[in-house]
């Protein structure tokens, strides 16, 4: 249910100011619309996971959310959703039977509600049963189950109002698990908290903790995803790293054995983003190509058959993606036209094809989805852009067809680099940025172009 795109949480995404744009939950999948930042959903709706009001229990296609416009970034949880608009207030609906909703009760709710309480808001992100919000100022908010310590305040009492995670600050990503949490600081540090018992927490033991403890072992992380019992996290060296349940092989080690400390996935690299399922993962190539490791009974790895795989296997028919998201048994793509493909279980028409109960082995097309936008790598129609070398050192090297201001972003939104160019061809020093992520804005007439790169 987490994705995370190449860093924050979601997918370049609502951490750091960008924003993730697609997302899975149990047995729901939801996408912003491009054009007025309304949010469709389709699946399971015994919750009100669809937010439209209704009280029908299932949509094999997608329908409109209430009361939502501008909306910049969504999360969903098992039974659970929220979405933050561009003025960084946080709506949720759906299952509040464990508080996962934040807004003082019990009670669920089919359309959106204004969580009050949360205020300058840059990610979310949902659990099993708990939820957590990433503010503007690096401090990590939860609320939900706190059976297993989940919420890091140093208690298991839970709670139906968010509150503080108890000893970090300058987080940049969070990721919900089923009963643990992730943060990424801007450190390239990982903290975990909540339910070990799989190892899912990275840091050696197999010992639940309600306070933040640093994964070992790890640096260079980029982004990371929690999902089910394992966490994944990226490299800026375009490698990714697994701990926790291996059940099903969802580590990609080419084991089925569990592990409380990191272990690197087999044989991938060039890796731009991340999603964790609930015992399966995927890995998104930087030439667009999908790898996916873990379990397959629903056809979640997409391969053309319902084999599970310890070792990453890849996705078939599919191209052009920019993004990822995964959910329980399913997962979606994002491609760069503002189409989406999913696969994997479709109990309750969650793939939104117009089928239920309908499993699929391959990634079929969302048709009646609205085109969905996409912060990373977006470029308006009738304009070449492009990067390269990427991964940078020195230097980067625009093409670009036409004048245009280039401004370059830093993981929280802040631009720190300017420039104009009337050039085909424009080189820029980035020598002397700190190694890592960055997106890359250019600002033309026929609109504004988004590409990340990463500074090695």
């Known amino acids: 249910m987490k994705k995370i795109y190449i860093l924050i949480s979601l997918m370049f995404i609502a951490a750091s100011g960008f924003a993730q744009t697609i997302a899975a939950g149990g047995g729901h999948s939801l996408a912003i619309c491009k054009e007025k930042g309304t949010v469709q959903v389709c699946g399971n709706n015994y919750f009100g996971q669809l937010g439209d009001g209704s009280s029908v229990t299932i949509s094999d296609v997608p329908v409109e959310a209430s009361v939502l416009t501008d909306v910049i970034s969504i999360a969903a949880g098992w039974s659970h959703s929220f979405a933050l608009k561009n003025d960084s207030t946080v709506w949720a609906w759906g299952c509040n039977t464990n508080n996962e909703l934040g807004n003082g009760n019990t009670n669920h709710s089919n359309i959106p509600l204004h969580i009050s309480s949360l205020i300058s808001v840059k990610a979310l992100a949902g659990g099993f049963y708990h939820s957590m919000a990433l503010k503007n100022n690096g401090t990590v908010w939860a609320w939900g189950d706190n059976s297993s310590g989940q919420l890091g305040d ?132 930087n030439d667009s190509t999908v790898w996916t490791w873990g379990l397959n009974d629903h056809g979640q790895l997409g391969n053309g058959n319902n084999n599970d795989s310890n070792v990453p296997i890849q996705v078939g028919s599919l191209s052009g993606v920019i993004d990822l998201a995964c959910g329980y048994y399913h997962c979606l793509a994002l491609k760069n036209n503002g189409t989406v493909s999913a696969w994997g279980n479709n109990i309750d028409g969650l793939l939104g094809n117009g089928t239920n109960n309908n499993n699929s082995n391959i990634p079929l097309p969302i048709s009646t989805l609205c085109l969905v936008g996409s912060t990373v790598d977006e470029i308006p129609e009738g304009l070449f852009f492009s990067i390269f070398p990427n991964p940078a050192t020195v230097h980067i090297t625009i093409e670009i067809n036409g004048k245009a201001t280039i401004e370059i972003l830093n993981i929280q939104g802040q631009i720190i680099k300017t420039t104009n160019t009337a050039e085909k061809q424009t080189t820029i020093d980035v020598s002397d940025l700190s190694s890592g992520v960055y997106i890359l804005k250019a600002r033309t007439e026929r609109g504004v172009a988004v590409k990340k790169f990463i500074k090695e």
Not at 156 to 184: K, R
Not at 187 to 195: Q, R
Not at 199 to 218: A, H, R, T, W
Not at 264 to 270: E, F, I, K, R, S
């Open 154 to 285: 140093g208690s298991n009492t839970d709670s139906n109002i968010p509150i503080q995670v108890n000893s970090i600050s300058g987080m940049i990503a969070i990721s919900a698990g089923n009963y643990h949490s992730v943060a990424l600081k801007s450190d390239s540090t990982i903290w975990v908290w909540g339910d070990n018992s799989a190892g899912q927490l990275g840091n050696g033991n197999n010992s639940d903790s309600n306070i933040p403890v640093q994964v070992i072992s790890l640096t260079g992380v980029i982004a990371i995803s929690a999902e089910g019992s394992h966490t994944l996290a990226l490299k800026k060296d375009g490698t990714v790293w697994a701990w926790g349940l291996n059940t099903y092989g969802e580590l990609g080690n080419s084991t089925i054995n569990n592990s409380n400390i990191p272990v690197q996935v087999n044989a991938l690299t060039g890796i731009t983003a991340i999603a964790a399922g609930w015992s399966h993962s995927a890995a998104l190539k």
